[in-house]
């Protein structure tokens, strides 16, 4: 019967590190591992570099819709929004809400703790519900979006339900 040949241990774990669950290795890991190493390093530092140029603003599907500063507290003011739509910002109170509306004859401003476009006689109620009718044509309800506050801006998420 031919010996069967007996192969080196490329590792073990000797008693004093079996606690500790060390594994010592025998040789070196060579060229390959080196690579891999590389490769995960200059991921994790590419990630990380995208991660501080975007500095901290969202990304698709948020859309910009102007600093801050330029919607004063206790307010409610109209900005254009995206796709032929405004958005509304209402600062008043201690929340920041946005909602989603098709362009007027006028702005859109706070009445009460509703809205209106006072020129077309248009209400609504604190939740962007139609307040009444206009004529015989159904006031459309205005649609609450997600926002968010990124270095100052304001951004707004059209796409939200």
Do not use: N
């Not at 004859?105 to 307040?131: E, I, L």
């Amino acid at each position: 019967m031919p010996e069967e040949p007996t192969r080196e241990r490329l590792a073990y774990l000797p008693p004093r590190a079996a606690r500790a669950r060390k594994l010592i290795l025998r040789r070196q890991l060579g060229l390959p591992w080196m690579l891999a190493a590389a490769l995960f390093g200059a991921v994790i530092l590419a990630a990380g570099a995208i991660f501080l140029a975007k500095g901290g603003r969202p990304g698709s599907p948020w859309v910009e819709l102007a600093p801050l500063a330029r919607f004063p507290a206790g307010a409610v003011t109209e900005a254009p929004g995206p796709a032929d739509q405004v958005v509304v910002v209402d600062r008043r109170g201690d929340a920041l809400r946005t909602f989603v509306l098709a362009p007027g004859a006028c702005p859109v401003v706070g009445a009460g703790t509703g809205f209106a476009r006072p020129c077309v006689g248009q209400a609504w109620d604190g939740a962007g519900r139609p307040d009444g009718t206009r004529g015989r044509t159904a006031l459309p309800a205005m649609r609450p979006v997600p926002v968010q506050v990124a270095r100052g801006d304001l951004y707004v998420d059209p796409r939200a339900p």
